[in-house]
């Protein structure tokens, strides 16, 4: 079925471009609806309508008990409308049905009611100074905010950028991936919907070269969010420093660590818990634990009892709840899951199971699990963004350290022990923003989300979020 071709949404209204975009679905790979293909003056009209609306104050002076509440139906609106939200979300990146609706709308409203609820308990300071001086400090919203999100979980990752932005008082310009914009279209028409004053969220679509290199290098844009890969991570710094030296905040991914003591508690549990962890969303996540790290003494066992759950997962179109695992997001993406693949045969890495596409439709891939795969190959270090699990043995907990840590990125990470004092150990050793212990995977928008190394700086979620989208005015008052 044919959605209706979807526009920017600007000033609180749709705001059609002169060119257009065709959205492909993974799930049979037609086009199915298209978007607008945004220039740079579509991004000055919609960074200009934020402009306006945080200099007039409509949104930032508004009682902050009006703006929760403003928030909280928005969030409502949102849970009324999950099950379109994420059919839709699902013909456009390919997430199974099931992750989708918890994921997508389910996840967005409970964040934006989260920070709803920060709005009137997050404030200044009083600094003791000399006894003839008083010292205010005020946090005051930024301006104007970029937001610049992925395609594999567009309405999560999108909330986590926009609520704490809009709570504290700013205006957002929200540009989506081109290839999975339409559920956030949506939801800045529900935000209006629930009382969110024209111009305050805008969403324009577009290819990254074009629509987000001109957001990125605004010279009106007072800071950046992004979450994507490190190659344009490093184009939106260079942009940043070209411009007015807007402060940018990156999560670009990671390849992530997930390591298997010989104590483990419950093997079942972790076979399981890995499998989710790199096949969920065919392994389509920042946080996917990519590579199995486990004791040489335990790893046949453990593997023998990941492969047998690999193989039984149904893979198959998204919107069919009896199907586990839904799509590869694009021709694109599939065709470099691929090429990883036959990279790692040729370094003599071995193939377990999986390793090819399946169906004649669509884009879908097979789970794959390669063993005895070495720190040095590129299979270790690369991250794939798709469904392919590495598998490396090692004898002493200091080798696991040292494995885990073997990669220029630091997400995420998972340890399954039943040593108490190891697993604090590795928690303070392992170079990652998250790890995991005896569990994997997860979200929960009380916690922050960031990375280390070249997986980024900055944080999503929690309140240390809100750091970046205010800044902190001193007053110093003579008494």
């Known amino acids: 079925m044919q959605v209706n071709p979807a526009h920017n949404f600007v000033e609180g209204k749709q705001s059609p471009t002169k060119e257009r975009i065709n959205v492909v679905s993974p ?38 008990s009006k703006r929760r509440d403003v928030m909280n139906r928005w969030a409502q609106l949102i849970e009324a409308e999950a099950l379109p939200l994420a059919v839709l979300g699902v013909r456009d990146n390919g997430t199974e049905i099931g992750m989708a609706l918890k994921a997508e709308p389910g996840s967005a409203a409970q964040t934006i009611r989260y920070y709803a609820e920060a709005i009137d308990k997050v404030g200044g300071e009083v600094i003791p100074t000399t006894e003839d001086k008083l010292c205010l400090v005020h946090r005051e919203p930024l ?44 939801m800045a028409e529900l935000a209006v919907e629930a009382g969110l004053p024209p111009g305050v969220l805008n969403v324009v679509t577009g290819h990254g070269h074009e629509a987000g ?20 991570g490093r184009h939106l710094l260079t942009a940043s420093a070209a411009s007015n030296m807007k402060p940018v905040y990156l999560e670009l991914g990671g390849k992530s660590p997930n390591i298997v003591f010989a104590d483990t508690p419950d093997l079942d549990v972790a076979a399981k818990a890995a499998v989710g962890a790199i096949f969920r969303n065919s392994g389509q996540t920042c946080v996917a634990g990519a590579r199995l790290i486990v004791a040489s003494s335990i790893k046949d066992q453990l593997l023998e009892r990941i492969v047998s759950i690999a193989e039984a997962l149904k893979i198959g179109d998204p919107l069919d709840p009896a199907n586990d695992v839904g799509a590869v997001h694009s021709e694109a993406q599939l065709a470099l899951n691929l090429s990883h693949v036959e990279k790692a045969k040729s370094s ?59 990669s220029d990125l630091g997400l995420a990470a998972g340890v399954w022990t039943s040593d108490l004092s190891r697993a604090h150990r590795m928690v303070r050793d392992i170079q990652a923003g998250v790890v995991h212990v005896n569990t994997y995977g997860g979200t929960d928008h009380t916690i922050p989300m960031g990375g ?26 003579a008494l």
């Open 27 to 64: 799930i049979d790979g037609q086009v199915f609806t298209e978007i607008s293909a945004s220039r740079a003056e579509d991004i000055d009209m919609a960074v200009a309508s934020a402009r306006q609306a945080f200099t007039d104050g409509r949104w930032r002076r508004m009682a902050p």
């Open 452 to 477: 280390v190394k070249q997986s980024g700086y900055g944080y999503d979620r929690s309140l240390r979020a809100v750091d970046q989208v205010t800044h902190m005015k001193s007053a110093l008052i």
């Open 348 to 406: 003599g890495a071995t193939l377990v199971t999986g390793g090819h596409a399946l169906h004649a439709e669509g884009f879908y891939m097979a789970p794959t699990v390669f063993d005895t795969v070495a720190p040095t190959d590129a299979l270790f270090r690369e991250e794939v963004f798709g469904p392919v699990l590495t598998v490396t043995s090692f004898e002493t907990e200091e080798e696991a350290l040292a494995l885990a840590n073997a």
């Open 213 to 232: 290199a001109a957001l990125a290098g605004h010279m009106d844009v007072d800071a950046l969010l992004f979450t994507g890969s490190g190659g344009t």
């Open 143 to 186: 301006g104007v905010v970029a937001a610049l999100v992925p395609w594999n979980f567009p309405m999560m990752i999108g909330a986590w950028k926009i609520a704490p932005a809009i709570a504290m008082g700013n205006s957002v310009v929200l540009k989506p991936s081109e290839s999975a914009s339409l559920t956030l279209i949506r």
